[in-house]
């Protein structure tokens, strides 16, 4: 099974978003299926075969997130955080602007879905191979 200092691991290779393909595929070698990030403290919950489960601790004291969400403001800063521009700090702080409460990868559907704080999807991407 896999352990919070493997995918620590795997984290501190990504710069950006440009990095997100190659560290989804890292995690996937570990074992893991899916992963729910929580916005507001920066805690990851990890699902791997057999049902195995890890808890990441929260990153960072919570942050508010909008109760206004914006689909248009969250795809704007997933693009430029795609092409490099911003960081993985900078990336959650704005998806909290934009009221993404979470989101969830699913590395078997290669999929990651942004939800609000209503658990309305605000975002579906296919993540690239």
Same mark, same amino acid.
């Given at each position: 099974m896999f352990t919070i200092d493997q995918i620590r691991n795997a984290h501190s290779k990504v710069k950006s978003g440009a990095d997100f393909p190659a560290?989804? $595929?890292e995690l996937k070698s570990l074992g893991i299926q899916a992963y729910e990030h929580m916005?507001?403290?920066g805690s990851i919950h990890y699902v791997g075969t057999d049902n195995f489960r890890l808890a990441?601790?929260?990153k960072w004291e919570a942050r508010m997130i909008s109760q206004t969400a914006s689909a248009d403001q969250l795809k704007q800063?997933? $693009?430029v955080h795609q092409q490099g521009q911003s960081d993985y700090p900078?990336?959650?702080q704005q998806a909290a602007e934009a009221g993404v409460d979470k989101w969830i990868v699913d590395m078997e559907a290669m999929k990651c879905v942004y939800y609000d704080g209503k658990g309305n999807e605000l975002l579906s991407e296919d993540i690239p191979e």
């Open positions: 560290y989804i $595929q916005v507001g403290d990441a601790p929260p800063s997933l $693009q900078t990336f959650c």
